[in-house]
């Protein structure tokens, strides 16, 4: 099946602790990219990558880091300190840019305590 | 700079009533348009697309037409059903850059 997966779905942390938040997609897509949904501001694009190694940043990318080293995984990792990381993060895939759909990640949520 | 404004919610409609939810974007260029679909607990999936002026995108009774002239992408459905209740969001894709645009979701429930 064709699918995006995240783990974990729930997280609970505190103030200051990194941690990483794993993406995996089985369909082959190039582009793939994170993005945090806060109540009021919608969907906001934290990074993106193009391809293997290539990453770029979204509008949001402050407290993040993120890695291609493979095609189909692309972890996202919340550095201390991060500004407001409470939230719902969504991993997404797609086979490219522009007119493509995106296929998105059940979805994980942050607690920071 | 790109961005795309969509109608405030919520929006609650009863059975069988027409839904417009209004959706007006900024960008440089051509850009691509989207309805995504989240339901409860799930992520987004796509709902139609345009990627060119004049295009109509459709899927499950859904309708927006790309409309240059007014920067407007409205989403139309003629008769809701209740499980058409979920948050719907536009968005667009920059014929520069490789950003994606997302507004701010407008959550729709369809009551009985």
């Known amino acids: 099946e064709a699918q995006v997966t995240q783990n974990p779905r729930y997280l609970i942390t505190v103030t200051g602790k990194k941690l990483t938040v794993t993406c995996s997609q089985n369909?082959?897509?190039?582009?793939m990219s994170w993005y945090r949904q806060d109540p009021g501001l919608g969907l906001r694009q934290i990074y993106y990558s193009m391809n293997v190694e290539v990453t770029d940043k979204g509008d949001v990318p402050e407290g993040y880091k993120v890695s291609r080293k493979e095609k189909r995984n692309f972890p996202l990792i919340l550095e201390s300190p991060s500004p407001n990381p409470t939230s719902l993060y969504f991993c997404a895939s797609s086979f490219g840019h522009n007119s493509y759909e995106q296929y998105f990640g059940p979805g994980t949520r942050l607690t920071v305590t | 700079g790109n961005s795309v404004t969509q109608m405030e919610g919520p929006v609650t409609l009863s059975e069988e009533a027409f839904l417009t939810i209004n959706c007006t974007y900024t960008?440089?260029?051509?850009?691509?348009l989207f309805w995504y679909v989240q339901y409860p607990g799930e992520g987004l999936q796509l709902l139609l697309k345009?990627?060119?002026?004049?295009d109509k995108g459709s899927n499950k009774g859904f309708e927006a037409t790309y409309r240059k002239e007014t920067t407007s992408f409205h989403l139309e459905k003629g008769s809701v059903q209740v499980s058409d209740s979920a948050v719907y969001f536009c968005a667009l894709s920059a014929l520069f850059g490789n950003q994606f645009y997302f507004g701010t979701g407008t959550s729709l429930t369809v009551i009985p």
């Open positions: 345009a990627t060119k002026a004049d």
């Open positions: 369909m082959n897509h190039e582009y």
């Open positions: 960008a440089t260029g051509y850009p691509s």
